[in-house]
């Protein structure tokens, strides 16, 4: 499974598996030489080992246990790989880490997450390039960023549709504000399906707006919201600036009321809320500025 994962997540990119170019991809007996090349790799958690008569420290730090790992040569990807213990397995990382699929993939998970679901083909392989001229640096993730950056100026603005957590410091960062992490405040992240480190398999939260745009998924965000504004009224604490508050919630009122193709893309209706109860009515008086700047598209997107 590690040998999988390291190969279809972080590397190489599922997408080459099996393909018709075998300089780019890679194949099952790959995988299955890769797992040999990893065994014996393990982090001491105070297991035993056959033969030994102490257990391994409790540390939690990376062991390389001899006994586990498989003895030979290897051929992975068509490179042998000599019988040398943990040292295959950094052998192999460093194949891995200079071979030009993990650039495509590498760069195309680059700009899908910080340009747009579809980035440009230029802009990918321009990226790639990058990561493979800088392949040396040891700030090589640094550079690439700058020229990602740099380079996507060149192509027609797009917008991405924020995650959860990132919306929650979107809403957070213009008015400086802070939140008391409370259980309350955890169950309510959770409920957007955004909970950190809490996705069950290990491809990551998804980086797509068909995963994260419904009424549902919008009435959880509102959640987040009242809570943060809730904390201001229960704890006594200055969460908004009042100053910023007003500032933004002045500029979204103006951005509702301008920007037409914004709403038209944002095509859920709004969430109902019932503000007759006693805690909802805190917020009575700024019901239409709560609904115009934290659930406006502008806000939503990025």
């Known amino acids: 499974n590690y040998a999988r994962e390291l190969f279809e997540l972080h590397t190489l990119g599922a997408q080459v598996f099996g393909a018709a170019d075998a300089t780019a991809a890679y194949t099952e007996e790959d995988v299955k030489a890769a797992a040999q090349v990893f065994s014996g790799w393990s982090f001491g958690y105070g297991q ?13 730090e990376f062991m390389f246990v001899p006994e586990w790992h498989v003895a030979g040569e290897k051929l992975v990807l068509g490179t042998k790989i000599a019988d040398s213990g943990v040292l295959e397995g950094e052998t192999l990382l460093s194949i891995l880490a200079r071979h030009p699929s993990t650039a495509n993939n590498l ?19 321009f990226v790639a390039d990058s990561w493979t001229a800088n392949a040396d640096a040891t700030d090589q993730i640094a550079k690439v960023m700058r020229v990602l950056i ?7 603005a797009q917008i991405k549709f924020r995650r959860p957590q990132d919306y929650m410091l979107a809403v957070m960062r213009p008015v400086r504000g802070y939140v008391r992490i409370t259980p309350d405040f955890t169950y309510t992240v959770a409920k957007t399906g955004h909970r950190l480190f809490a996705w069950p398999s290990p491809d990551g939260y998804p980086d797509i707006e068909a995963a994260w745009l419904s009424r549902d998924q919008l009435n959880s965000r509102f959640n987040i919201v009242i809570y943060m504004l809730l904390a201001n009224h229960r704890f006594g604490e200055s969460f908004f600036n009042p100053q910023a508050w007003s500032e933004l919630a002045e500029q979204f009122v103006t951005i509702y009321a301008t920007e037409s193709g914004l709403q038209s893309r944002f095509n859920v209706n709004w969430p109902e809320f019932d503000y007759g109860t006693r805690q909802n009515k805190f917020f009575e008086a700024m019901r239409d500025t709560l609904y115009r700047a934290f659930l406006h598209p502008h806000m939503q997107y990025r």
């Open 150 to 156: 740099a380079e996507s100026v060149k192509y027609e």
């Open 48 to 60: 035993a080992v056959a033969g030994r008569v102490e257990k391994l420290a409790n540390t939690g």
């Open 107 to 125: 760069a195309f998970k680059l700009c899908k997450r910080f340009i747009s679901e579809a980035p440009p083909a230029a802009l990918v392989q």
